[in-house]
């Protein structure tokens, strides 16, 4: 029997000292099997850093977060035994973030939760443009959004703008689309727009754009005529300054 016993003996011992020495870290909302904590923007993320199995060896045990590997400032109650951390609001920013709580005296033994914020694209209301005849239009439409949009549409009066026979181009980022026209004439670029993305858990965002088309107006060249006109005072002021002796004879 001691020869059956022993082989059995440091197995048992080493899954003890795991559990004696290890830290959790629990949430609202909470944590998925990946590790990965599910919110939105503006709402409130808890976390709290907990021994995890035997309690009484981490009595007094400092415990250290991080947030993407920078070391988070904790009040002198918030460090040993237990330790929270509230992420409120959650911003774009807090996406990816990753929250670690270790123990002070031995940084191996960690806990991790990353952050997944959703959030749909900033689109809404209707925003007047108006643009010259010839002139360059670019109408520009907020596509951020995570999970991101799965489409995206735009209309000119109700209809599909029809990018060929309206010389438009279009582009998307992943930031934004941009819809431009380097030529613009009244007839086919004068009405009002409408961007519509579609998002696999927000559904369906959209914004207006209401465009005029004014007339063409002649623009003088600013910079040659104030060249101009610099030119013309200094030359009489040099004239009268080259005959200053002159006028003064002929003015007594």
């Not at 237990?82 to 951390?85: G, K």
């Not at 431009?180 to 004439?185: D, F, L, P």
């Given at each position: 029997m001691k020869l059956m016993f022993r082989p059995l003996l440091f197995p048992f011992l080493l899954l003890c000292a795991?559990?004696?020495f290890g830290v959790k870290i629990q949430s609202f909302p909470d944590v998925n099997s990946e590790g990965v904590i599910q919110t939105e923007l503006e709402k409130t993320v808890s976390l709290v850093c907990?021994?995890?199995g035997g309690h009484e060896a981490l009595v007094d045990e400092e415990l250290v977060w991080l947030r993407n590997g920078a070391v988070i400032?904790?009040?002198e109650g918030n460090k040993k035994d237990?330790?929270?951390?509230c992420v409120s609001p959650v911003i774009y920013e807090d996406n990816g973030a990753t929250f670690t709580c270790h123990l002070g005296k031995n940084a191996t033994v960690t806990a991790s939760v990353t952050l997944n914020v959703t959030y749909h694209p900033e689109l809404s209301g209707l925003e007047e443009v108006a643009v010259e005849e010839e002139a360059e239009l670019v109408l520009v439409c907020d596509v951020w959004a995570n999970p991101p949009v799965s489409s995206v549409s735009w209309t000119l009066n109700g209809s599909a703008v029809d990018l060929?026979?309206?010389g438009f181009s279009l582009t998307n980022d992943g930031f934004t689309s941009k819809l431009?026209?380097?030529?613009?004439?009244k007839s086919l670029h004068e009405g009002t727009y409408q961007c519509t993305t579609k998002s696999p858990i927000y559904g369906e965002?959209?914004?207006q754009f209401s465009v005029t088309v004014t007339g063409k107006t002649m623009k003088l060249p600013l910079m040659p005529m104030i060249a101009g006109i610099v030119v013309v005072c200094?030359?009489?002021l040099f004239a009268i300054v080259s005959r200053w002796n002159t006028i003064t004879k002929c003015c007594k």
């Open positions: 795991t559990q004696t907990l021994p995890d400032s904790l009040t237990r330790s929270s951390v060929v026979a309206s431009t026209a380097n030529r613009v004439e965002h959209s914004k200094l030359t009489s």
